[in-house]
């Protein structure tokens, strides 16, 4: 199994709504992420975990939330989001070992803020 | 008022011919480079990748060029298919135990029947 899901693929969520997104990989990557990406423009890093633990915070609004309950799930909780904020959000996960390998991407959460 | 469009670099190439897309990158540290291929809808996709020991490194019907000198990074496709039309990403990592990948601009190819 080589493949990151993803779901919900689409989701629709008012400005007062909480939801999740949710991440999942069953190749024994311990290095898991989330990206962002507007339309016509490259995946932005949001989040890394390594080992459950997170890693990396790229000034991330706190409206979103990520969690990683075990080293195959990876969950961004949102709340109180703007429209701004609509975009495909994209979750990855890499081995997490010294030496140089891809990242395998999601197909994403294509995400509209209304 | 108006917002204004947001245009990608496109490359457009007849069915067959050679394509050649280019990257220039940012840190000189960076020690690991992959280009991506994104269609749409879907999340990226790896195509190849190259070490920064290498000059250049070939694939199937693929090849990545490297130039640090001038941190510069090209993909070549060769017979260039309509299937390869897509958005194609380079990324640059520098590694450290996890991989942060940060993503070029990206360049549409289009491909012509």
């Known amino acids: 199994d080589t493949e990151v899901t993803q779901t919900p693929k689409h989701l629709v969520m008012g400005m007062t709504n909480k939801k999740s997104l949710k991440c999942e990989q069953h190749?024994?990557?311990?290095?898991m992420y989330w990206y962002k990406q507007k339309a016509k423009k490259p995946p932005e890093l949001m989040f890394v975990?390594?080992?459950?633990?997170?890693?990396i915070n790229e000034s991330v609004p706190s409206r979103f939330s990520p969690e990683c309950p075990n080293s195959s799930l990876l969950n961004l909780h949102l709340h109180a989001l703007q429209p701004e904020d609509s975009a495909l959000y994209l979750c990855?996960?890499?081995?997490?070992?010294?030496?140089?390998?891809?990242?395998?991407f999601g197909q994403g959460t294509r995400l509209t803020v209304v | 008022g108006e917002s204004v469009g947001l245009h990608l670099p496109t490359l457009s190439v007849q069915e067959g011919d050679n394509s050649i897309i280019n990257c220039a990158y940012s840190n000189s540290a960076s020690d690991y480079f992959i280009w991506y291929k994104q269609e749409s809808g879907k999340g990226p996709q790896f195509i190849i990748d190259?070490?920064?020991?290498?000059d250049k490194r070939q694939g199937q019907r693929v090849t990545v060029l490297l130039n640090k000198t001038v941190k510069h990074l090209s993909l070549q496709i060769a017979a260039t298919q309509p299937g390869d039309s897509a958005v194609y990403f380079c990324a640059e990592i520098l590694s450290g135990g996890y991989q942060k990948v940060t993503f070029g601009t990206g360049t549409k190819l289009q491909v012509i029947p």
């Open positions: 990855a996960s890499s081995p997490h070992r010294w030496g140089l390998t891809e990242a395998f």
């Open positions: 190749m024994g990557h311990r290095a």
């Open positions: 975990y390594s080992y459950e633990k997170l890693s």
């Open positions: 190259i070490r920064s020991n290498m």
